[in-house]
């Protein structure tokens, strides 16, 4: 199988998730709108916090949204790690390239739900603990700390190791291995690279799928840029600038 084609399978994932992510996000608000809720951060936290009393139904909840987390890193992500799965693909047999890419494309979709998971339970306890202006503030705040996050050393690393392949074997269960440690590693990568990047759409409320399109296009132009210190300082500028707006809508 040739590298078009796994990329055309992967493109249409990721095509699949925006048209998914954008039916539920539509489908939720207008159920909340009717309901005079106020935002997707909010639902959240309520989901999260507030006792139910059917204990299934409250894990339900909680694993629609996580759910729904996944969907938007797959729709987000998967078209960013696309020269980690061409590379994947350069080094695996022709015969076992499909097989590869899933395996490594599962660990590194495992490294993000567990963050995807994790991202609820923040949200819900900061819900508890905050005041009522957080559903308002925690866009701005996450697009002022992910600014902030593009100048550390810790970002350009992960960003450089996210440009870096290792060796594979050609055959065997170190070769599966191998692939798993490499989904591993390139997905923990990506999300200290991205994390905040991904919380900003996560809170962003009902205006979730434009902050999605233009973080996607963050994304998107930081892997495919030389990666100076001229690129973070200007994506941490933009970023700076994107939280005055959130802080102004």
């Known amino acids: 199988m040739t590298y078009r084609i796994i990329r055309a399978g992967l493109l249409t994932v990721a095509t699949a998730s925006w048209v998914t992510v954008t ?17 997707h951060a909010q639902l959240v936290c309520k989901m999260i916090a507030t006792p139910s009393t059917s204990g299934v139904s409250h894990l339900a ?49 495992l490294v993000w739900t567990l963050w995807a998971l994790a991202i609820v339970i923040v ?8 005041s009522p202006l957080l559903p308002t503030t925690l866009l701005p705040i996450t697009l002022g ?18 440009h870096s392949g290792p060796t594979l074997p050609v055959s ?12 591993l590693r390139y997905g ?6 991205c994390w905040l990047l991904m919380a900003a759409t996560y809170a962003a409320g009902h205006a979730m799928l434009l902050w999605m399109v233009a973080l996607s296009a963050v994304i998107w132009f930081e892997r495919t840029r030389p990666r100076t210190r001229s690129l973070f300082r200007g994506t941490a500028a933009g970023l700076g600038a994107l939280a005055l707006v959130a802080l102004t809508i």
């Open 172 to 183: 065997g269960w170190r070769a599966a291995a191998a692939l798993v440690h490499f989904g």
């Open 23 to 39: 039916l539920l996000h539509t489908l939720a608000y207008t159920a909340a709108a009717e309901s005079n809720a106020s935002g």
């Open 61 to 109: 909840a909680i694993g629609s949204d996580i759910g729904t987390n996944i969907l938007m890193t797959l729709a987000m992500m998967v078209p960013a790690c696309l020269p980690a799965v061409r590379f994947v693909v350069v080094n695996t047999f022709k015969a076992k390239r499909a097989a590869s890419v899933l395996v490594f494309i599962g660990s590194f979709m």
């Open 145 to 162: 700390l992910a600014a902030l996050w593009q100048v550390t050393p810790i970002k350009r690393a992960a960003m450089r190791a996210c």
């Open 188 to 193: 923990s990568n990506c999300v200290t690279s």
């Open 123 to 130: 949200v819900g306890m900061a819900d508890t603990l905050a």
